[in-house]
């Protein structure tokens, strides 16, 4: 399917059939991200974690969204009404949509854009407006700090984090997904990860402070902001904040497999017979598994390291990886 | 004449165009009306993506995203930012002025007209347009072969302005 072939009134179904497909996929991921999650950082605290609601727990998560569904919708009386009931779209809208040019295997794609990764941070970026709409509509002086301070978060390590992925276009030469992933087949040796691994640790780092998530969860810091820029949001519209958080995710997770990790490759050559769409899962799954894993072991950081980290290490250390990049593609050119 | 119309509206592309150029113009009126900042700035916001959905028409996706990356992502984000940091009280509404508008009108019809019969008049020539896949890979040869001057002067110009404001901001904190 081709994002730009022209728009018939079947190939809208077609869009749209998929779409609600791939909706399903990520809610039923997102249900389950969240019981594993709180599983995972029980066990790491020596608990138990959630066991109560349906067979070891497994129904917990849809037990709170039905919570949340059923829960009275408050909207305080001087928020900015408008603003208030926009805000959790604007926020969750743009998180959805970055998954169109996520390539699972060469032939499971939405939208085979030739800019698909420049899509990717473009459209990110607009989930911010929806977040520091939020605080602001919410007219109360914690949620208002809250946004502001995931604003300045997002907007400064968004720098490093496109800058860190530079070198994987250098190494690949396109902007589109595919190409990137066609490109790192053949073994873990050629995975971008090894020849640019001050890039993955810079978009890593970068990443889970663009998701909010400990150890950067500094907009939600409940010891200081009471909950951050929702704090006067309650049932489906703190849902869709939530859900929006859990949906990047997602898209960080697939995305960081996709640059870095071989895509849906096979580590070894000659375990090519497993299909392609397990190793794009497992690959996937680890990810995840790895943000929880920090969640769960990591102190949330000073809100002025926050800033200093992001600008005085993360992005001069991006930038240098691109100059090195570029004179050993340059070194490699010149020499053959 | 309605054969034109119906053809034109059969195809999916020309709706899309209706919806993003409507969305442009919607967005445009709303940010002059509108009574709040912030408001205003939404519907600027508005403006801009609907903007980057007409590039994604014309094929051209690196200036459309770049157009949302910029535009609908940084400088709006910047202007929430200036406005949030200072108070807005709700102005004064505007007195009516009757004659104003109605002049207001008589020269928007004028206009209109003018327009019209121009566009009328006007012939477009059909050029052969024919598009490129690696388009994005032909702009960045573009840019840093024929255009390089003109390139690294701008960013020697942003750099200048970049220093220039951190040392306006220095001297107001001391």
């Known amino acids: 399917m081709n994002l730009l072939q022209d728009l018939t009134f079947s190939s809208f179904m077609w869009f749209l059939s998929g779409a609600v497909v791939l909706l399903a996929v990520v809610l039923g991921f997102v249900t ?13 605290q020596l608990r138990k974690g959630p066991n109560r609601v349906g067979p070891l727990g497994l129904f917990q998560t849809v037990a709170d969204v039905l919570k949340l569904l059923l829960k009275e919708d408050t909207i305080p009386r001087n928020a900015d009404r408008f603003l208030f009931i926009l805000a959790p779209v604007i926020a969750f809208v743009p998180a959805f949509v970055v998954l169109a040019t996520i390539p699972y295997t060469s032939l499971l794609q939405f939208a085979d854009l030739n800019v698909g990764l ?4 473009a459209l990110s970026s607009i989930s911010t407006i929806g977040i520091l709409l939020g605080g602001w509509a919410s007219n109360n002086k914690y949620s208002l700090l809250g946004g502001m301070r995931s604003a300045a978060q997002m907007i400064s390590y968004e720098v490093p984090l496109v800058m860190s992925v530079v070198g994987v276009v250098l190494l690949s030469g396109s902007l589109s997904l595919n190409t990137i992933v066609e490109g790192q087949a053949g073994g873990f040796w050629q995975w971008n990860i090894l020849p640019q691994f001050v890039g993955f640790i810079i978009f890593i780092i970068a ?70 769409i397990v190793w794009f899962i497992l ?29 005085k290490v993360l992005l001069p250390l991006a930038l240098v990886n691109i100059f090195v990049t570029t004179i050993v593609i340059e070194l490699i050119k010149y020499f053959k | 004449m309605l054969e034109n119309f119906k053809d034109f509206l059969l195809n999916g592309e020309n709706l899309l165009f209706i919806f993003f150029s409507m969305l442009v113009i ?38 459309a995203f770049v157009q949302v990356l910029i535009y609908a992502g940084a400088m709006t984000i910047l202007m929430i930012f200036g406005i949030m940091m200072t ?61 390089v001057i003109p390139f690294e002067l701008v960013s020697v110009l942003l750099t200048v302005a970049f220093i220039g404001a951190i040392i306006v901001a220095k001297r107001e904190e001391d």
Do not use: C
């Not at chain 1, 389950?32 to 790491?44: C, H, S």
């Not at chain 1, 420049?118 to 941070?121: A, V």
């Not at chain 1, 680890?286 to 800033?307: C, E, G, K, N, Q």
């Not at chain 2, 939404?42 to 996706?61: D, K, M």
């Open chain 1, 207 to 276: 990443a889970v402070s663009e998701l909010n998530r400990t150890p950067f969860d500094l907009p939600e810091a409940e010891s200081e902001l009471v909950a951050g820029y929702h704090v006067e949001y309650s049932g489906f519209r703190f849902a869709f904040f939530m859900l929006a958080e859990y949906v990047y995710v997602y898209a960080i997770a697939a995305l960081t497999t996709v640059l870095f990790l071989g895509g849906w490759h096979s580590p070894l050559p000659f375990l090519d017979f497993i299909p392609a």
């Open chain 1, 283 to 311: 690959k996937f799954l680890s990810i995840v598994f790895f943000l929880f894993w920090i969640r769960a072991t990591l102190p949330r950081i000073r809100v002025d390291h926050l800033m200093s980290l992001g600008w």
């Open chain 2, 87 to 147: 108070k807005h009280d709700r102005q004064n509404e505007e007195p009516k002025r009757p004659l104003h508008n109605g002049l207001l009108l008589l020269g928007s019809i004028g206009f209109f007209f003018i327009i019209y019969l121009a566009i009328q008049e006007a012939a477009f020539p059909i050029q052969e347009f024919t598009s490129v896949e690696e388009n994005t890979e032909l702009i960045g040869i573009d840019l840093f072969t024929w255009h």
């Open chain 1, 32 to 44: 389950y991200a969240i019981y594993f999650e709180r599983k995972v950082i029980g066990w790491i």
């Open chain 2, 26 to 63: 919607i967005g445009a009126v709303f940010l002059i009306n509108l009574q709040k900042v912030v408001h205003m700035v939404i519907a600027l916001a508005t403006t801009f993506i609907s903007l980057a959905g007409l590039y994604v028409l014309l094929e051209a996706e690196f200036l």
């Open chain 1, 118 to 121: 420049l899509y990717y941070f």
